[in-house]
Antibody, heavy 124, light 107 residues
Framework: EVQLVESGGGLVQPGGSLRLSCAASGFTFSDHYMDWVRQAPGKGLEWVARSRDEAHSYTTEYAASVKGRFTVSRDASLNSLFLLMNGLNVDDTAVYYC???????????????WGQGTLVTVSS | DIQMTQSPSSLSASVGDRVTITCRASQDISTFLVWFQQIPGKAPESLIFAASTLQSGVPSRFSGSGSGTYFTLTINSLQPEDFATYYCQQYKDYPLTFGGGTRVQIK
């Protein structure tokens, strides 16, 4: 059974840093792209970052709103995905989800499995 | 960036109704589109990928169609568990972008 479990959320002051983790199980972690997606309170979904699979050297992509401040990485030995968030501001307050990306006929449909999310609150 | 526009933003319907949600892309995305369902307080769940392919385990009353810039999600015979918010997302280009969501409420 595929499982994704996020952790690391909490309350942080503006300008602070936080590292989110996503523990993956039930599938070959290195074979899948992985995404971080966030949802501000009462708002819609926003794609944040992507880590490609091992075959693509775990290269990354970012939304413009977080580029230069957030870094997505993996530890394959731990089957874990991370999101290091620096320079946090109030607009980064959201539930952060990690999600698995499918592989389908050479394309990469996102979000076939999701974690339960972890809440990040940026406030003084 | 590719803009995704969903309509309506909300709708009211009754159990047994047929519901159609529209998603328009600001440029051609072929069939690189997914649909998600989100129940309040829960993570999104994938319904459809590649615009029209049903995810494993998703009831057949859900269907998707479209290509290019115009897409639809149809729910035939709405069930009580279908009252939720639905999102489309394109995966043609980075940044990946979502529609604003359509909230399906009980009439």
């Amino acid at each position: 059974e595929v499982q994704l479990v996020e952790s690391g959320g909490g309350l942080v002051q503006p300008g602070g840093s936080l590292r989110l983790s996503c523990a993956a199980s039930g599938f070959t972690f290195s074979d899948h792209y992985m995404d971080w997606v966030r949802q501000a309170p009462g708002k819609g979904l926003e794609w944040v970052a992507r880590s490609r699979d091992e075959a693509h050297s775990y290269t990354t992509e970012y939304a413009a709103s977080v580029k230069g401040r957030f870094t997505v990485s993996r530890d394959a030995s731990l089957n874990s995905l991370f999101l290091l968030m620096n320079g946090l501001n109030v607009d980064d307050t959201a539930v952060y989800y990690c999600s698995r990306v499918m592989t389908h006929s050479g394309t990469y449909p996102p979000g076939d499995y999701w974690g339960q999310g972890t809440l990040v609150t940026v406030s003084s | 960036d590719i803009q995704m526009t969903q309509s309506p933003s909300s709708l009211s319907a009754s159990v047994g109704d047929r519901v159609t949600i529209t998603c328009r892309a600001s440029q051609d995305i072929s069939t690189f589109l997914v649909w998600f369902q989100q129940i309040p307080g829960k993570a999104p769940e994938s319904l459809i990928f590649a615009a029209s392919t049903l995810q494993s385990g998703v009831p057949s009353r859900f269907s998707g169609s479209g290509s290019g810039t115009y897409f639809t999600l149809t729910i035939n015979s709405l069930q009580p568990e279908d009252f939720a918010t639905y999102y489309c997302q394109q995966y043609k280009d980075y940044p990946l972008t979502f529609g604003g969501g359509t909230r399906v409420q009980i009439k």
